[in-house]
């Protein structure tokens, strides 16, 4: 029976006022194209037949879409229209990861999606079109790295997370490393509850089976147990503790009238871009420096004897042009600026992947990672090289 043009528009019409009237139009027609393409192919393709139909499904118009794809004998037919399909649904995904990664919820990408497309989506077509950008972040986590870093910074960001029935801060830990190019690129990003020796040791074996062979120099905050789960993973890396993080917590330990006097002393022993000075003209300043503050702070004085402070002393060891580089982890603070920026907008996370995805996704979209850092001069011999050898300042006397 044929219908003239007419009656097919009013048959359409009411049937797309109907319920799910108008994706059973979309699944129609589309199975009609594809049948036609596979007439046209077989005419095309002497001795091939039709084999039948196999179950399909896609996402289109703001749905999923079920439908019969048919095949032919040898497998060869690929119908056009789901490749287009396809590539409507991954633009889709990549929108929706996008916007997710700046910061909005699934509900907002969901309105943004509506306002734009001019059709609802469900919080679980959302949470489907997301699921690209984990498999992105996987796979950009799992990546393979460079054999030899000079420089890497760790450092943590705490954010809170839901873990069973109660929501707690956790650690969230990030490595940057400066490149042989100077350009900068970030390794990883970890979740560790609490911190022990084993995490730090897993984390610094997930960089070895990653390719990481070799570190210059690792600049990280004063987290416990790292130096031990370094040595026996990089032994031979020596450990850079941050200084403005010492700094800080000194000076949460005394009088707000002290803090001004306390921070100038503090910057004559830290003392950076002085090619003069050295590890132990510092070292014998901070026994000063704890003498003389120890008189009125006990905990203050108790650091004077404690060899372990010695590793916020490493940094002289290098040329004095890159030692404010090296001496603090203020690269990664800046990075955390970004993760806060994401984070802050959703309050507690619903779990620890999910807080991965978002820091990840930020950190690949980190440009300015792609350009030489200002200011260093480009010879390599600045930067904590493969065969130097560094004094251990650990096992020195601390008299």
Not at 228 to 254: I, S, W
Request: charged content about 30%; hydrophobic content about 30%; proline content about 3%.
């Amino acid at each position: 029976m044929d219908f003239t043009k007419e009656q097919l528009t009013e048959l359409i019409s009411k049937h797309i006022t109907k319920g799910k009237g108008l994706q059973d139009l979309l699944e129609l027609m589309i199975e009609s194209l594809m049948r036609s393409e596979r007439r046209e192919f077989l005419d095309t393709h002497p001795g091939n037949k039709g084999n039948g139909y196999r179950q399909g499904r896609s996402y289109g118009n703001g749905r999923v879409l079920e439908f019969r794809i048919p095949r032919d004998r040898y497998g060869n037919f690929h119908p056009t229209i789901l490749a287009l399909l396809r590539d409507q649904e991954l633009e889709c995904e990549r929108l929706a990861g996008s916007l997710y990664s700046k910061g909005l919820t699934q509900s907002e990408v969901g309105e943004v999606f509506e306002e734009v497309y001019g059709r609802h989506y469900s919080k679980g077509s959302i949470s489907r079109m997301i699921e690209y950008l984990r498999e992105d972040v996987d796979q950009w986590l799992s990546r393979s790295l460079e054999s030899y870093y000079p420089i890497v910074f760790v450092d943590a960001i705490h954010i809170k997370v839901h873990r069973k029935d109660s929501v707690e801060t956790e650690a969230f830990y990030v490595t940057i490393a400066v490149k042989e190019d100077k350009t900068r690129e970030v390794l990883g990003i970890f979740n560790r509850p609490s911190e022990s020796s084993t995490g730090w040791q897993e984390m610094f074996e997930s960089l070895q089976s990653r390719g990481v062979r070799s570190i210059g120099l690792l600049v990280a905050d004063g987290l416990k147990y790292l130096e031990d789960a370094l040595a026996r993973v990089y032994p031979k890396t020596p450990l850079q503790k941050c200084v403005t993080h010492l700094k800080r917590n000194m000076l949460n330990k005394v009088r707000h009238s002290d803090k001004e006097e306390l921070s100038e002393d503090l910057r004559e022993v830290f003392q950076t871009g002085n090619q003069y000075y050295t590890g132990e003209q510092a070292w014998n300043a901070w026994q000063q420096l704890c003498e003389k503050w120890g008189k009125h702070y006990r905990t203050i004085k108790k650091m004077k004897n404690d060899p372990t402070y010695r590793y916020y002393f490493t940094y002289l060891n290098y040329d004095y042009r890159i030692q404010s580089m090296i001496y603090t982890t203020n690269w990664i603070e800046r990075l955390q600026r970004d993760f806060r920026r994401v984070l802050r907008m959703r309050g507690a996370m619903p779990n620890e992947e999910s807080v991965i995805v978002l820091m990840a996704k930020t950190a690949m979209e980190k440009r300015a990672y792609f350009r030489q850092l200002p200011g260093i001069d480009r010879d390599k011999t600045l930067f904590p090289g493969k065969q130097v050898e560094h004094p251990d300042l650990i096992n020195k006397g601390s008299d």
